[in-house]
Protein backbone atom coordinates (compact mmCIF):
# COMPACT_ATOMS: atom_id res chain seq x y z
CA UNK A 1 0.00 0.00 0.00
CA UNK A 2 1.73 3.18 -0.93
CA UNK A 3 2.14 5.95 2.09
CA UNK A 4 -0.93 8.39 0.62
CA UNK A 5 -3.46 5.60 0.07
CA UNK A 6 -2.42 4.21 3.78
CA UNK A 7 -2.95 7.60 4.87
CA UNK A 8 -5.89 8.31 3.66
CA UNK A 9 -7.77 4.92 4.70
CA UNK A 10 -5.76 5.43 7.98
CA UNK A 11 -7.85 8.48 8.45
CA UNK A 12 -10.74 7.47 7.26
CA UNK A 13 -11.04 4.63 9.87
CA UNK A 14 -10.51 7.02 12.64
CA UNK A 15 -13.17 9.37 11.65
CA UNK A 16 -15.78 6.75 11.75
CA UNK A 17 -14.72 4.63 14.60
CA UNK A 18 -15.84 5.96 18.22
CA UNK A 19 -12.72 8.49 19.66
CA UNK A 20 -10.29 6.97 21.79
CA UNK A 21 -11.97 7.42 25.72
CA UNK A 22 -10.16 9.80 28.14
CA UNK A 23 -8.48 8.12 30.99
CA UNK A 24 -10.95 7.49 33.76
CA UNK A 25 -8.67 6.68 36.38
CA UNK A 26 -5.20 7.97 35.51
CA UNK A 27 -2.17 6.88 38.33
CA UNK A 28 -0.35 9.35 39.77
CA UNK A 29 3.81 7.78 38.53
CA UNK A 30 6.49 9.26 40.50
CA UNK A 31 9.22 10.34 38.27
CA UNK A 32 11.49 8.75 40.23
CA UNK A 33 9.61 5.44 39.87
CA UNK A 34 11.87 4.27 37.07
CA UNK A 35 15.14 4.65 38.52
CA UNK A 36 13.91 2.95 41.45
CA UNK A 37 12.23 -0.15 40.57
CA UNK A 38 14.65 -0.84 37.69
CA UNK A 39 18.12 -0.35 39.85
CA UNK A 40 20.07 -3.19 39.04
CA UNK A 41 17.62 -4.75 36.37
CA UNK A 42 18.29 -3.84 32.42
CA UNK A 43 16.73 -6.74 30.82
CA UNK A 44 14.89 -6.29 27.45
CA UNK A 45 11.76 -8.40 28.86
CA UNK A 46 12.22 -6.57 32.89
CA UNK A 47 9.23 -4.62 33.94
CA UNK A 48 9.19 -1.38 34.36
CA UNK A 49 6.52 1.07 35.73
CA UNK A 50 4.96 3.82 33.55
CA UNK A 51 6.25 7.47 34.23
CA UNK A 52 4.79 10.60 32.33
CA UNK A 53 7.87 11.91 30.58
CA UNK A 54 6.28 15.25 29.36
CA UNK A 55 2.72 16.73 28.13
CA UNK A 56 0.90 13.24 27.01
CA UNK A 57 3.86 11.23 26.13
CA UNK A 58 4.80 8.62 28.31
CA UNK A 59 7.46 5.76 29.07
CA UNK A 60 5.61 2.26 29.00
CA UNK A 61 8.69 0.24 28.21
CA UNK A 62 11.01 -2.25 30.16
CA UNK A 63 13.75 -1.84 32.50
CA UNK A 64 15.95 -2.27 29.42
CA UNK A 65 14.00 -0.97 26.10
CA UNK A 66 12.16 1.88 25.88
CA UNK A 67 8.73 2.14 24.60
CA UNK A 68 6.95 5.07 24.43
CA UNK A 69 3.01 5.98 24.44
CA UNK A 70 1.82 9.33 22.72
CA UNK A 71 -1.80 10.02 23.90
CA UNK A 72 -4.02 11.56 21.67
CA UNK A 73 -7.86 12.73 21.15
CA UNK A 74 -8.01 10.89 17.83
CA UNK A 75 -6.07 7.54 19.20
CA UNK A 76 -2.89 6.73 20.54
CA UNK A 77 0.79 5.86 18.93
CA UNK A 78 2.82 3.51 20.47
CA UNK A 79 6.92 3.90 19.14
CA UNK A 80 8.82 0.60 19.96
CA UNK A 81 7.10 -2.28 21.28
CA UNK A 82 10.33 -4.17 23.14
CA UNK A 83 10.09 -8.16 23.21
CA UNK A 84 6.97 -10.45 22.31
CA UNK A 85 7.50 -11.11 26.08
CA UNK A 86 7.20 -7.72 27.17
CA UNK A 87 4.18 -7.08 25.45
CA UNK A 88 2.01 -8.24 28.30
CA UNK A 89 3.43 -5.21 30.88
CA UNK A 90 3.31 -3.03 28.03
CA UNK A 91 -0.15 -3.43 27.66
CA UNK A 92 -0.44 -3.19 32.10
CA UNK A 93 1.52 -0.10 31.81
CA UNK A 94 -0.83 1.56 29.58
CA UNK A 95 -3.85 0.09 31.41
CA UNK A 96 -2.35 1.47 34.93
CA UNK A 97 -1.98 4.87 33.10
CA UNK A 98 -5.88 5.13 32.69
CA UNK A 99 -5.45 4.21 28.60
CA UNK A 100 -7.49 1.78 26.90
CA UNK A 101 -4.80 -0.08 24.29
CA UNK A 102 -7.60 -0.43 21.76
CA UNK A 103 -7.35 3.25 21.50
CA UNK A 104 -3.70 3.23 20.53
CA UNK A 105 -4.29 3.30 16.61
CA UNK A 106 -0.53 3.52 15.04
CA UNK A 107 2.77 1.42 15.88
CA UNK A 108 5.97 2.86 14.91
CA UNK A 109 9.10 1.90 15.47
CA UNK A 110 13.16 2.65 15.99
CA UNK A 111 15.15 -0.44 14.31
CA UNK A 112 14.00 -3.99 13.36
CA UNK A 113 15.76 -6.21 15.88
CA UNK A 114 13.82 -8.11 18.38
CA UNK A 115 14.80 -6.08 21.46
CA UNK A 116 12.35 -3.03 19.68
CA UNK A 117 10.02 -4.82 17.43
CA UNK A 118 10.06 -8.07 18.60
CA UNK A 119 6.70 -7.32 20.49
CA UNK A 120 5.20 -5.46 16.85
CA UNK A 121 2.84 -8.88 16.47
CA UNK A 122 1.23 -9.49 20.27
CA UNK A 123 0.92 -5.70 20.42
CA UNK A 124 -0.70 -5.44 16.91
CA UNK A 125 -3.46 -8.09 17.80
CA UNK A 126 -4.12 -7.10 21.43
CA UNK A 127 -4.54 -3.00 19.74
CA UNK A 128 -5.70 -3.73 16.68
CA UNK A 129 -3.46 -0.61 15.47
CA UNK A 130 -2.18 0.34 11.79
CA UNK A 131 1.66 -0.57 11.89
CA UNK A 132 4.23 1.30 10.06
CA UNK A 133 7.90 1.02 9.14
CA UNK A 134 10.65 2.14 7.12
CA UNK A 135 10.83 0.38 3.58
CA UNK A 136 14.77 -1.11 4.60
CA UNK A 137 13.01 -2.92 7.73
CA UNK A 138 9.92 -3.72 6.34
CA UNK A 139 11.39 -7.60 5.09
CA UNK A 140 12.71 -8.09 8.68
CA UNK A 141 9.63 -7.27 10.30
CA UNK A 142 7.67 -8.99 7.84
CA UNK A 143 10.05 -12.28 7.52
CA UNK A 144 10.90 -12.10 11.61
CA UNK A 145 14.23 -13.07 10.19
CA UNK A 146 17.54 -10.25 10.90
CA UNK A 147 18.97 -8.64 7.78
CA UNK A 148 21.76 -11.22 6.12
CA UNK A 149 24.05 -7.83 5.62
CA UNK A 150 23.39 -6.71 9.38
CA UNK A 151 26.47 -6.74 11.59
CA UNK A 152 25.25 -8.49 14.42
CA UNK A 153 23.23 -11.38 11.99
CA UNK A 154 24.01 -14.50 13.69
CA UNK A 155 24.17 -13.00 16.98
CA UNK A 156 19.81 -11.32 17.36
CA UNK A 157 17.63 -13.66 17.74
CA UNK A 158 14.39 -13.86 15.27
CA UNK A 159 11.57 -12.54 15.56
CA UNK A 160 7.89 -13.30 15.56
CA UNK A 161 6.74 -12.18 11.68
CA UNK A 162 3.94 -9.43 10.86
CA UNK A 163 2.53 -7.93 8.32
CA UNK A 164 3.45 -4.39 7.83
CA UNK A 165 0.16 -2.16 6.46
CA UNK A 166 2.35 0.94 5.50
CA UNK A 167 5.83 2.67 4.66
CA UNK A 168 6.81 5.66 6.31
CA UNK A 169 7.94 8.69 4.47
CA UNK A 170 11.20 10.33 5.82
CA UNK A 171 10.77 14.14 6.47
CA UNK A 172 6.86 13.86 6.33
CA UNK A 173 4.95 14.31 9.54
CA UNK A 174 2.82 11.74 10.91
CA UNK A 175 -0.64 11.71 12.70
CA UNK A 176 -2.42 8.87 14.30
CA UNK A 177 -5.85 10.09 12.87
CA UNK A 178 -7.64 13.10 11.32
CA UNK A 179 -7.54 16.30 13.77
CA UNK A 180 -4.94 14.78 15.92
CA UNK A 181 -3.18 17.39 17.87
CA UNK A 182 0.45 15.30 17.49
CA UNK A 183 2.85 15.17 14.74
CA UNK A 184 5.58 13.00 14.78
CA UNK A 185 8.09 13.97 11.85
CA UNK A 186 10.56 10.33 11.10
CA UNK A 187 14.31 11.08 10.33
CA UNK A 188 16.45 8.26 8.61
CA UNK A 189 19.04 7.35 10.60
CA UNK A 190 20.91 4.08 9.20
CA UNK A 191 23.85 2.68 10.55
CA UNK A 192 23.56 0.19 13.02
CA UNK A 193 20.10 -1.22 11.09
CA UNK A 194 20.01 -0.23 7.45
CA UNK A 195 15.81 0.49 8.66
CA UNK A 196 16.77 2.72 11.71
CA UNK A 197 14.45 5.65 12.30
CA UNK A 198 14.43 8.34 14.93
CA UNK A 199 11.55 10.91 15.52
CA UNK A 200 10.62 14.07 16.54
CA UNK A 201 7.42 15.67 17.71
CA UNK A 202 6.02 18.77 20.12
CA UNK A 203 4.88 18.22 23.50
CA UNK A 204 2.99 20.76 25.33
CA UNK A 205 2.23 21.21 28.96
CA UNK A 206 0.11 23.89 29.18
CA UNK A 207 1.42 27.07 27.20
CA UNK A 208 4.88 25.83 27.49
CA UNK A 209 5.82 23.38 24.42
CA UNK A 210 9.48 21.57 23.60
CA UNK A 211 10.80 19.04 21.05
CA UNK A 212 10.95 15.42 22.07
CA UNK A 213 13.73 13.35 19.95
CA UNK A 214 13.06 9.63 19.67
CA UNK A 215 16.73 8.77 18.48
CA UNK A 216 17.65 5.30 17.50
CA UNK A 217 20.43 3.44 18.55
CA UNK A 218 24.05 4.73 16.68
CA UNK A 219 25.98 2.23 18.69
CA UNK A 220 28.39 0.38 16.08
CA UNK A 221 28.12 -3.15 17.42
CA UNK A 222 28.57 -6.33 15.53
CA UNK A 223 29.30 -10.36 15.64
CA UNK A 224 33.14 -10.79 17.03
CA UNK A 225 34.50 -11.51 12.82
CA UNK A 226 32.72 -8.27 11.43
CA UNK A 227 35.11 -5.78 10.51
CA UNK A 228 33.25 -2.09 9.68
CA UNK A 229 36.89 -1.17 8.12
CA UNK A 230 35.87 -3.90 5.40
CA UNK A 231 32.14 -2.12 4.91
CA UNK A 232 32.01 1.17 3.91
CA UNK A 233 28.57 0.63 2.99
CA UNK A 234 27.79 0.45 6.78
CA UNK A 235 30.59 2.97 7.70
CA UNK A 236 28.91 6.15 5.41
CA UNK A 237 25.47 5.64 6.53
CA UNK A 238 26.29 5.92 9.79
CA UNK A 239 28.53 9.16 9.18
CA UNK A 240 25.46 10.97 7.68
CA UNK A 241 23.29 9.57 10.98
CA UNK A 242 25.97 11.51 13.15
CA UNK A 243 25.32 14.68 11.49
CA UNK A 244 21.60 14.45 10.90
CA UNK A 245 21.34 13.63 14.50
CA UNK A 246 23.38 16.85 15.72
CA UNK A 247 21.11 18.88 13.47
CA UNK A 248 17.70 17.77 15.20
CA UNK A 249 15.62 19.56 17.36
CA UNK A 250 15.95 17.95 20.46
CA UNK A 251 14.42 19.63 23.95
CA UNK A 252 14.10 16.18 25.34
CA UNK A 253 16.22 13.09 24.35
CA UNK A 254 14.55 9.87 24.71
CA UNK A 255 17.05 6.27 23.22
CA UNK A 256 15.66 3.25 22.60
CA UNK A 257 18.06 1.67 25.11
CA UNK A 258 17.33 3.96 28.04
CA UNK A 259 20.65 4.29 29.54
CA UNK A 260 22.56 6.22 26.79
CA UNK A 261 20.31 9.03 27.24
CA UNK A 262 20.25 8.64 30.88
CA UNK A 263 16.47 9.36 30.39
CA UNK A 264 15.58 7.45 33.93
CA UNK A 265 18.42 9.68 35.89
CA UNK A 266 16.62 12.87 34.44
CA UNK A 267 13.41 11.96 35.16
CA UNK A 268 14.35 11.37 38.84
CA UNK A 269 15.64 14.74 38.94
CA UNK A 270 19.46 13.69 38.94
CA UNK A 271 20.61 15.30 36.12
CA UNK A 272 18.39 18.50 33.73
CA UNK A 273 15.50 16.82 31.76
CA UNK A 274 15.56 19.28 29.40
CA UNK A 275 18.62 19.38 27.29
CA UNK A 276 18.98 21.05 23.61
CA UNK A 277 22.52 20.05 23.22
CA UNK A 278 21.78 16.37 23.77
CA UNK A 279 21.81 15.33 20.40
CA UNK A 280 24.58 16.45 19.33
CA UNK A 281 26.41 14.90 22.46
CA UNK A 282 25.14 11.75 21.95
CA UNK A 283 25.95 11.94 17.93
CA UNK A 284 29.31 13.28 18.84
CA UNK A 285 29.91 10.42 21.81
CA UNK A 286 29.07 7.70 19.25
CA UNK A 287 30.83 8.92 16.28
CA UNK A 288 33.66 8.85 19.11
CA UNK A 289 33.14 5.17 19.18
CA UNK A 290 33.20 4.47 15.75
CA UNK A 291 36.35 5.90 14.93
CA UNK A 292 37.97 4.03 17.98
CA UNK A 293 36.67 0.70 16.68
CA UNK A 294 37.91 1.32 13.41
CA UNK A 295 41.61 2.45 14.39
CA UNK A 296 41.74 -0.86 16.47
CA UNK A 297 40.41 -2.83 13.43
CA UNK A 298 43.43 -1.03 11.72
CA UNK A 299 45.99 -1.56 14.38
CA UNK A 300 44.92 -5.39 14.28
Known amino acids: MSVKLFAAALAATTLISCAPSAPLTQAKTEPSALATQCEGRDGWSDPAPPVRIHGNSYYVGTCGIAVILIATPKGHILIDAATDEAVPSILANIRTLGFDPRDVKLIIGSHEHVDHMGGFAELKAATGAQLMVSSAARPSVETGRTDAADPQVGIIPDMKPVPVDGEIAFGAPMKSGSGSDIALTPHATPGHTSGGTSWTWRSCEGKKCITIAYVDSLSAVSSDDYKFSA?????????????????????????????????FERLAGEMPLINPGACKTLADMMAARLDKRLASEAAK
Open 231 to 263: HPERVAPFRSTFDRVRALPCDLLITPHPSFSDI
